[in-house]
């Protein structure tokens, strides 16, 4: 099993370009999550998907959106990026109810 | 919405002390309280959690204690080695509004040999 899989690892985007990070797990997982890391400021839920079909917005959710394409898949896209979401971005899944997140490896977003 | 608060951000300790983390949490609904272990460059994994109903669990050299009344919750680690350096966080969650948990800041914590 491969657990929770991020594509990309690595990007570098220009102010105003847009992208999309690629989500998925094998774990039949019901609920996905998107969270960004910035130095001293821990992991930040942007935003999280309970269960197909559904998904709401976390603590940051400004500048991004989620599409729960199915239970195995949720990608986080940004429009129009901006130079403060330079981060590395996290995807997790857990199964019902509130328990262990498993994370994927991060992707590393530089905004330029 | 939920907010955690973690304390301290750093902690420096000797080979085989004790460190203690403390965290404090606001929504009085939020049920399971999970610690994560980040190393460098790595991605964040669960090292011991605990749920509403338990006051305190163990795992070895590490445990958790849990005070509902005062919403704070600790991560106790004995016998610190140097492979305990890492980033440490802890996070609260809650069985209703999508089971999403929300994360304290992290505490950096460095264990000299």
């Known amino acids: 099993n491969a657990g929770v899989t991020q594509t990309p690892k690595f990007q570098v985007l220009k102010t105003g370009q847009s992208m999309t990070l690629q989500c998925a797990q094998d774990?039949?997982?019901?609920?996905m999550y998107w969270y960004r890391q910035d130095p001293g400021m821990g992991l930040r839920l942007i935003y999280y998907?309970?269960?197909?079909?559904?998904?709401d917005k976390g603590e940051v959710p400004n500048g991004y959106n989620v599409s729960r394409l199915n239970k195995r898949e949720f990608s986080l896209r940004l429009e129009s990026a901006a130079p403060s979401q330079t981060s590395v971005y996290f995807c997790?899944?857990?199964?019902?109810?509130?328990?262990?997140?498993?994370f994927g490896e991060g992707s590393r977003l530089t905004v330029l | 919405g939920e907010n955690v608060e973690q304390h301290p951000s750093t902690l420096s300790v000797q080979e085989g002390d004790s460190a203690v983390i403390k965290c404090t949490y606001s929504?009085?609904?939020?049920?399971?309280f999970p610690w994560y272990k980040q190393e460098l460059g790595k991605r964040p994994q669960l090292i011991i959690d605990?749920?509403?109903?338990?006051g305190e669990k163990k795992d070895q050299r590490i445990a958790v204690t849990l005070n509902k009344t005062a919403k704070h919750f600790s991560l106790h680690i004995t016998e610190t080695q140097p492979e305990d350096s890492a980033v440490y966080f802890c996070?609260?969650?809650?069985?209703?509004?999508?089971?999403?948990?929300?994360f304290g800041a992290g505490t950096r914590l460095f264990v000299k040999a």
């Open positions: 605990i749920r509403s109903n338990v």
């Open positions: 929504d009085s609904a939020s049920n399971y």
């Open positions: 996070a609260a969650s809650m069985s209703t509004g999508g089971f999403k948990t929300i």
């Open positions: 774990m039949n997982h019901n609920s």
């Open positions: 997790a899944s857990s199964n019902r109810g509130p328990g262990e997140l498993f």
């Open positions: 998907s309970a269960s197909e079909g559904t998904t």
